[in-house]
C-alpha cells in the first residue's frame, strides 16, 4: 500500500516563508512526477507546482519566483519552498505522485496540510 504524507504546514505572516515535505511510502517500484497542487475554502484545487524525475519543473504564474519544486529520489521525497508568503497563498496544500508500485501505477495523494498566511 502507497502512502503520500505532507508535513511543514503552519501559520505565517505575510511575506514569511514555510517549507513543506511530502515523503511517499510503500510498494513502490518507480515515482515519474511528483506535485503540489492547493485548494482554498469554496475554490477548486489547483497545481501550484510539480516536478518530473529528471527535474524538470512547472509553477502556476501566481507563485513563479516565489515557490521552488524539489525532489530527492533516493528518499522519494518532494520538497516545496513557499516565500514571500501572500494571504491568497492560504489554503490546504496537497502532494500527488505518478507512480508505479509492484501491482498497479497511478496518481497517489496525500491528506493535505493547512497553511495559512495572515496579513
Known amino acids: 500500500q502507497v502512502q503520500l504524507v505532507e508535513s511543514g504546514g503552519g501559520l505565517v505572516q505575510a511575506g514569511g516563508s514555510l517549507r513543506l515535505s511530502c515523503a511517499a511510502s510503500?510498494?513502490?517500484?518507480?515515482?515519474?512526477?511528483m506535485g503540489w497542487h492547493r485548494q482554498a475554502p469554496g475554490k477548486p484545487r489547483e497545481l501550484v507546482a510539480r516536478i518530473t524525475s529528471g527535474g524538470s519543473t512547472n509553477y502556476a504564474d501566481s507563485v513563479k519566483g516565489r515557490f521552488t519544486i524539489s525532489r530527492d529520489n533516493a528518499k522519494n521525497m518532494v520538497y516545496l519552498q513557499m516565500n514571500s508568503l501572500k494571504p491568497e497563498d492560504t489554503a490546504v496544500y496537497y502532494c500527488?505522485?505518478?507512480?508505479?508500485?509492484?501491482?498497479?501505477?497511478?496518481?497517489?495523494w496525500g491528506q493535505g496540510t493547512q497553511v495559512s498566511v495572515s496579513s
Open positions: 500527488n505522485a505518478d507512480l508505479v508500485t509492484s501491482s498497479s501505477w497511478g496518481t497517489y
Open positions: 510503500g510498494s513502490i517500484f518507480s515515482i515519474n512526477t
